[in-house]
């Protein structure tokens, strides 16, 4: 039997926080500098799909896709995710992040990988649990490297195919199956950049939920070789003192905590 997406998961208790999302966008009410998102019974809007995802402050959390026809309550709107950084405060814009993963991913792992029967009950800890073999699927977190590489007073920072025009920032990579997170840091360096680093260390780590990864951030220094591009991801790179960086990612990101850092040593 196919599971029912407006029921799956329905059975929890509320009020709560509702972390309504369309695409990238959340659902939120803004009047005049506040934004705050849904505190209430249901959403106010009819969910594809709605998921409980953990608690703040003692209140459960709920999270729900919408599709693009819904019609919005009074005073209400959907902003990006990412743009409500700073605007709400951390642990409810991280339960957001957290929201937004959980509820894609159980979307579209609605069937067992091992048997193909429908998805059954979630564990405490997340995993789906198989109706019919009992088989345990995790949610899935992508790990990536992210370095910020230093050559003297300067920071070597590209611009991929899909960037903004004119915005650089540092190199970044998935981890492939077997690499050690220092191996993969300098093969990434090596295949975007042509050049290699030496003197690897942690900066820090950042969940990132519009690709379900988990960036793990660290600085290295020039070792040997000259900037060539490999073009299919990086379409330019260079080196740039703190004084003179071109448009560089907002504050959500840890690619710009890198480069402020950057820029404080200077």
Known sequence: MEPKPSEKHSNIPGPGWWFVFQSD?????????????????????????????????????????????????????????????????????????????LIRWDRTHQYCSRCGSPAGTRSEDGAQICSNCAYLTYPRISPAVIVAVLKGDKILLGHNHRFPKNRYSVIAGYVEMGETLEQCV?????????????????????????????????????????????????????????????DIPDRVSIARQMIDWFSGRA
């Open 25 to 101: 966008s959340m659902l939120v009410n803004i009047e005049g500098d506040r934004v705050m998102i849904p505190f209430a019974d249901d959403p106010s809007v009819k969910p594809a799909w709605k998921l409980h995802v953990g608690h703040f402050q003692q209140s459960p959390c709920y999270a729900a896709l919408v599709d693009e026809q819904c019609e919005l309550p009074f005073g209400m709107k959907f902003q990006a995710l990412r743009g409500l950084f700073g605007q709400i405060e951390d642990p409810l814009f991280s339960m957001a992040c957290r929201s937004l993963q």
């Open 186 to 246: 300098k093969r990434e360096i090596r295949e975007e950049v042509g050049i290699e680093v030496k003197n690897i260390r942690y900066f820090g780590s950042q969940s990132w939920p519009f690709t379900s990864s988990l960036m793990i951030a660290f600085t290295a220094e020039w070792a040997t070789g000259e900037i060539s591009v490999d073009d299919s991801e990086i379409h330019d790179a260079n080196w740039f003192s703190a004084d003179s960086l071109p």
